[in-house]
């Protein structure tokens, strides 16, 4: 039975000093008053300098990182510098629509010992509203009315989601190398191997009015292009089981490189292959059991691609 001692919100941002106040206030009008860690990932003004005197006496503490983390080092560094239970990551573009929603998500880990993880029900707000739920988009058509139930799902999304500490500190937390793209899966991949259960909550809702990403610029090498070719293959080698593996990386590496001739990025694409390629020896494989493999198709996971 956990506690609301036992909650902690996580949040890490770059740059963001305007959007991370919905993030703070939101978590702060809670029904459940918990512990917020915040970390300044290397940006160019101190988020704590500005923000320091709006939350005077709140029960936030402000770490920072002098050196680009990425969002899996992010992270990290976070579940580091903080402690309780429940660990919930909130993105610094989003924020929870309910005061209730810190009790919801305590109240539901208590009920089951098998819960490692939760994915939100994440509402888009952009020019056109839509949804960021763990569900395929062929899944989703099949099934109207999916976004409202509660059901175990094989991952989460990054915006808004809450870990087991118990368990993911057993399987190693993040893995910081992955820098930026498909650390979510990763980290829901390596949870349901430890024979737990991830959880798509839908009671829990956040907005999330996503801003260009830190590493959207094309003009860059290492772009979100780049390190989702390089990510995927190194995801894909640790958990696939090999004919898995085979189809997967096969119908993947033809749609990155359909993407990459449109874009006028045949290098780009050339170059992230190598690279993920050439460091998989690095990379320690442990494929799906079956029991896991069970898990995965009675909860949409995607196997093939």
């Not at 080092?73 to 573009?93: I, T």
């Not at 292009?225 to 958990?239: A, F, L, P």
Request: proline share 2%; glycine share 4%.
């Amino acid at each position: 039975m956990y506690k609301s001692q036992d909650i902690t919100v996580l949040i890490a941002t770059k740059d963001r000093v305007n959007e991370i106040e919905k993030a703070i206030e939101s978590t702060l009008n809670q029904s459940v008053k918990a512990n917020i860690v915040i970390l300044d990932d290397a940006s160019k003004v101190n988020i704590k300098d500005k923000l320091i005197n709006k939350f005077k006496d709140k029960p936030i503490k402000w770490i920072r990182s002098e050196l680009p983390s990425g969002v899996a080092g992010a992270r990290n560094k976070l579940v580091k510098s903080s402690s309780g239970s429940l660990m919930v990551f909130l993105d610094d573009d989003a924020y929870f629509t309910q005061e209730d929603s810190l009790e919801k998500i305590v109240n539901k880990f208590s009920s089951s010992n098998k819960i490692a993880g939760m994915a939100f029900k994440i509402i888009l707000k952009e020019e056109t509203d839509g949804l960021q739920i763990p569900f395929s988009k062929l899944t989703r058509y099949l099934n109207k009315d999916i976004e409202n139930y509660e059901s175990e799902v094989s991952y989460f999304i990054g915006a808004g989601h809450v870990l087991l500490r118990e368990t993911f500190e057993k399987i190693g937390g993040y893995d910081t190398e992955l820098f930026y793209g498909l650390e979510e899966l990763d980290v829901s991949s390596e949870i349901i191997k430890e024979e737990k259960k991830i959880i798509y909550f839908p009671q829990v809702e956040i907005f999330h009015e996503p801003k260009k990403s830190v590493v959207d610029n094309k003009y860059k090498l290492k772009d979100e292009s780049y390190y989702g070719i390089r990510n995927r293959i190194w995801v894909s080698y640790k958990h696939l089981p090999l004919l898995y593996l085979v189809v997967h990386m096969t119908i993947w590496s033809l749609y990155y490189l359909f993407k990459s001739l449109l874009k006028f990025q045949l290098l780009k694409f050339l170059i992230a292959s190598f690279e993920g390629y050439r460091k998989l020896k690095l990379k320690k494989r442990k494929p799906f059991n079956s029991k896991a493999l069970n898990y995965l198709k009675k909860s949409n996971g995607r196997l093939w691609y």
